[in-house]
T-cell receptor
Framework: SQQGEEDPQALSIQEGENATMNCSYK?????LQWYRQNSGRGLVHLIL?????REKHSGRLRVTLDTSKKSSSLLITASRAADTASYFC?????????????FGKGTLLTVNP | DADVTQTPRNRITKTGKRIMLECSQT?????MYWYRQDPGLGLQLIYY???????NKGEISDGYSVSRQAQAKFSLSLESAIPNQTALYFC?????????????FGPGTRLTVL
C-alpha cells in the first residue's frame, strides 16, 4: 500500500503564480522527500526534509513538514512553464540502516505560459 | 554518460513470454531498486537489493524475479508476462551514506504485454 497521498491530483496555474502541493502519510517517518517527473521520464530528487525539521528551502522550493498531522507541503514560487511535471512525495519509514522509499500517486502540475 | 541506464527502453511482448529488463549503474552505489509505475499512479516497489547477496521483495513481487549479477547490475525478469504487467519500469540506486538520502533513477523501460 502507498504511504503518501498527494493533493491535489492535478493543478493548473499561470506562469508566475505559486504552486502548492500537499502530501499526507500514515505512519511515523525518518524523512520525507519530494521528487519531480517529467512526462514518461525517470524521477529526479528535489529536496529532503527530516522528521525533526519543520521547513526547508531550496531555490524556489519551500517544503514544510508537520509530523503531528502527518503531512507535508511543497511550494514552488514564481512558477515557470518548465516546472510542468508530476511531483511525488516519498516517505522513508524503514528505520535503522534499512532504507527504502514509499511513493505517493503524485500531483500533475501544469504551468501555462 | 547517464549514471543509471536501462535496457531496453521500450519493449512489446506477448502473453506468456519470458523477458528481462536490465539496469546498470556507474554511481558505485550498493543499493538498487526496481519499481513499476502505472498511469496516474505512483511508484510501487517490486524488489530491492542492498548488496549483491541481499535481495528483498517489495510490495508487488509476485510474477517477477531479480538477479544482482554485480554491484553495478540488477536485472528484473518476468517469467511469463501477462497483460496487467504492462507498465513503465524504473531502476534506481542509492548510497546509504548519502546525506541527502536520495534515489537516482534510470530513464525507464516502457513494457507492453499483448
Amino acid at each position: 500500500s502507498q504511504q503518501g497521498e498527494e493533493d491535489p491530483q492535478a493543478l493548473s496555474i499561470q506562469e508566475g503564480e505559486n504552486a502548492t502541493m500537499n502530501c499526507s502519510y500514515k505512519t511515523s517517518i525518518n524523512n520525507l522527500q519530494w521528487y519531480r517527473q517529467n512526462s514518461g521520464r525517470g524521477l529526479v530528487h528535489l529536496i529532503l526534509i527530516r522528521s525533526n525539521e519543520r521547513e526547508k528551502h531550496s531555490g524556489r522550493l519551500r517544503v514544510t513538514l508537520d509530523t503531528s498531522k502527518k503531512s507535508s507541503s511543497l511550494l514552488i514560487t514564481a512558477s515557470r512553464a518548465a516546472d510542468t511535471a508530476s511531483y511525488f512525495c516519498a516517505t522513508d519509514d524503514s528505520g535503522g540502516s534499512n532504507y527504502k522509499l514509499t511513493f505517493g500517486k503524485g500531483t500533475l502540475l501544469t504551468v501555462n505560459p | 554518460d547517464a549514471d543509471v541506464t536501462q535496457t531496453p527502453r521500450n519493449r512489446i511482448t506477448k502473453t506468456g513470454k519470458r523477458i528481462m529488463l536490465e539496469c546498470s549503474q556507474t554511481k558505485g552505489h550498493d543499493r538498487m531498486y526496481w519499481y513499476r509505475q502505472d498511469p496516474g499512479l505512483g511508484l510501487q516497489l517490486i524488489y530491492y537489493s542492498f548488496d549483491v547477496k541481499d535481495i528483498n521483495k517489495g510490495e508487488i513481487s509476485d510474477g517477477y524475479s531479480v538477479s544482482r549479477q554485480a554491484q553495478a547490475k540488477f536485472s528484473l525478469s518476468l517469467e511469463s508476462a501477462i497483460p496487467n504487467q504492462t507498465a513503465l519500469y524504473f531502476c534506481a540506486t542509492s548510497d546509504p551514506r548519502s546525506r541527502t538520502r536520495e534515489q537516482f533513477f534510470g530513464p525507464g523501460t516502457r513494457l507492453t504485454v499483448l
